[in-house]
C-alpha cells in the first residue's frame, strides 16, 4: 500500500513557476514508477509526465514539453514536477500516482495508487 500527498500547488501569473511535491508513504517507494496527470473542470484526466523507479527515464506529455520536468528523490519518498512558464491553459488539479510497472505509462489506468490533487491556477 502506498499513500500519495501532493503539495505546492497555488495561484500563479502566467509565464510564472510552480514546483509540485508528491511525498509517498512506505518503504518500497523506489521500486515504482510514478506519474502526474491533471484535470481541468468538464475535462479528461491528462497525462503529463512519468518518471520510472530510479529516476534514469523521464518523459513528458507535448503540451508541456521543454516547461515541465519531473525529478525523485527516493531518500526522501517524494516525485516532483517543476512547472515554468505557465500557461492559463495549465490549470488544473494535479495528481501524483504510483504504479508497479515499467515502461511508458500514460494511461490512468496503468497506476495503482493516486494522490488527493493540488490545485494549480495560473491567471493570464
Known amino acids: 500500500q502506498v499513500q500519495l500527498v501532493e503539495s505546492g500547488g497555488g495561484l500563479v501569473q502566467a509565464g510564472g513557476s510552480l514546483r509540485l511535491s508528491c511525498a509517498a508513504s512506505?518503504?518500497?517507494?523506489?521500486?515504482?514508477?510514478m506519474g502526474w496527470f491533471r484535470q481541468a473542470p468538464g475535462k479528461e484526466r491528462e497525462f503529463v509526465g512519468t518518471?520510472?523507479?530510479?529516476?534514469?527515464?523521464?518523459f513528458t506529455a507535448d503540451s508541456v514539453k521543454g516547461r515541465f520536468t519531473i525529478s525523485r528523490d527516493n531518500f526522501k519518498n517524494t516525485v516532483y514536477l517543476q512547472m515554468n512558464n505557465l500557461k492559463p491553459e495549465d490549470t488544473a488539479v494535479y495528481y501524483c500516482?504510483?504504479?508497479?510497472?515499467?515502461?511508458?505509462?500514460?494511461?490512468?489506468?496503468?497506476?495503482?495508487?493516486w494522490g488527493q490533487g493540488t490545485q494549480v491556477t495560473v491567471s493570464s
Open positions: 500516482s504510483a504504479s508497479r510497472k515499467s515502461g511508458t505509462l500514460r494511461d490512468p489506468h496503468e497506476y495503482d495508487y
Open positions: 512506505g518503504r518500497t517507494f523506489s521500486t515504482y514508477a
Open positions: 518518471i520510472n523507479w530510479n529516476g534514469g527515464i523521464t
